[in-house]
């Protein structure tokens, strides 16, 4: 299991790219399955159209994926 040596997660999204997660974390399908992400930092999919989901492969990019990295641009 990935850890950042003080337990905290966290999880950044980029503008217009994918969710980052770094820290101590466990990543599971619906179903319950764990998925090993292989590293503390992973970066997940969320235009879905990665061909490594739920993992982002830079697919966004060719789509023009646009998503804003401020949860609230009002602020």
Do not use: Y
């Amino acid at each position: 299991m990935p850890t950042d040596g003080d337990g905290e997660v966290t999880v950044t999204p980029c503008e217009d790219g994918p969710l980052l997660v770094r820290g101590n974390f466990r990543l599971v399908t619906q179903e319950g399955r764990e998925i090993d992400p292989g590293r503390a930092t992973v970066a997940l999919c969320r235009c879905g159209l990665s061909s490594t989901k739920p993992f982002c492969d830079g697919s966004h990019r060719v789509a023009g994926f646009r998503a804003t990295s401020d949860p609230d641009p009002a602020t």
